[in-house]
């Protein structure tokens, strides 16, 4: 399995480790954490890591809703995405997840922008 980003950043443990850092970023900005008051944190901790071992080319299956569905009643802003963008880059990066490896991610990520926007 040459080159699956999942694996070259350590799987599953990695990941988990990466998205309970994200959130931790993404709960202490006062800028968005008005977003996720009342959501069920559990499940959405477990949506992320999927999502993001599914991306990656890692063996899970996402089973959440998709990025349009999932955002449209949350009427997010630009300057929003592009704040969780630097919070999962710096999560990524503090994780000890190599440059072109969080390169990769972050393409993906922002090509998520248009359905995350409803736009
Ligand atoms: C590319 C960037 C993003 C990705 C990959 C992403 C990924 C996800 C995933 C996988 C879910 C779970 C969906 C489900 O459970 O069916 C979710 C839900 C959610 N996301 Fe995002 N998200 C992104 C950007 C954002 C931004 C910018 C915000 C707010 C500032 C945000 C706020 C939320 C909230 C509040 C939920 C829960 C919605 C609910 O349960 O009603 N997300 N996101």
Same mark, same amino acid.
């Given at each position: 399995?040459?080159? @699956?980003? =999942?694996h070259?950043? %350590?799987? /599953? &443990? *990695?990941?988990?480790?990466?998205?309970?850092?994200?959130? $931790?970023?993404?709960?202490?900005?006062?800028?968005?954490?008005?977003?996720?008051?009342?959501?069920?944190?559990?499940?959405?901790?477990?949506?992320?890591?999927?999502?993001?071992?599914?991306?990656?080319?890692?063996? @899970?299956? =996402?089973?959440?809703? %998709?990025? /349009? &569905? *999932?955002?449209?009643?949350?009427?997010?802003?630009?300057? $929003?995405?592009?704040?969780?963008?630097?919070?999962?880059?710096?999560?990524?990066?503090?994780n000890?997840?190599?440059?072109?490896?969080?390169?990769?991610?972050?393409?993906?990520?922002?090509?998520?922008?248009?359905?995350v926007?409803?736009?």
């Open positions: 399995m040459a080159h @699956v980003v =999942y070259e950043i %350590g799987g /599953r &443990e *990695a990941v988990e480790a990466v998205v309970a850092d994200f959130y $931790d970023r993404v709960l202490a900005d006062e800028q968005l954490q008005p977003y996720f008051e009342g959501m069920d944190m559990t499940e959405l901790r477990a949506h992320q890591v999927q999502f993001i071992s599914a991306v990656t080319g890692g063996p @899970v299956e =996402y089973t959440g809703s %998709g990025m /349009r &569905e *999932a955002h449209a009643h949350l009427n997010i802003e630009e300057a $929003d995405f592009d704040a969780v963008g630097a919070h999962l880059e710096a999560a990524l990066r503090e000890g997840v190599d440059e072109a490896n969080v390169d990769a991610i972050m393409s993906e990520v922002v090509a998520l922008k248009d359905p926007l409803n736009r």
